[in-house]
């Protein structure tokens, strides 16, 4: 007699708790929300990636500023629009409204 109540209690609890399982695992904090972190987690890296190159790329191009006088001048007209005395500047394209 004990044995069929036991075989029955415990397919009972197995029962309860797949069923738990299933729908803790369905919720709102389950597989589908993790599955989205884990997307915007490798977005973000991806995204740290480009930073980390245009970083480097900003890193080399001071470098070069502080060696190189004549960079850093040509960088400093271009960025104030400065003109050298007897200098001609051609404008072309659209002008702005």
Do not use: C
């Not at 609890?13 to 709102?28: E, H, K, N, Q, S």
């Amino acid at each position: 007699m004990k044995g069929p109540l036991i075989k029955s209690a415990y397919f009972a609890a197995f029962l309860v708790a797949a069923t738990y399982a299933f729908f803790t695992l369905r919720g709102p904090h389950g597989v589908p929300w993790l599955l989205e972190k884990q997307h915007e987690i490798q977005q973000i890296e991806d995204q740290n990636g480009k930073m980390d190159k245009e970083i480097e790329r900003m890193r080399d191009h001071i470098k070069r500023l502080e060696s190189n006088a004549s960079e850093q001048e040509l960088e400093i007209r271009e960025r104030l629009k400065l003109v050298k005395p007897g200098e001609k500047v051609y404008i072309t394209g659209k002008p702005k409204e």
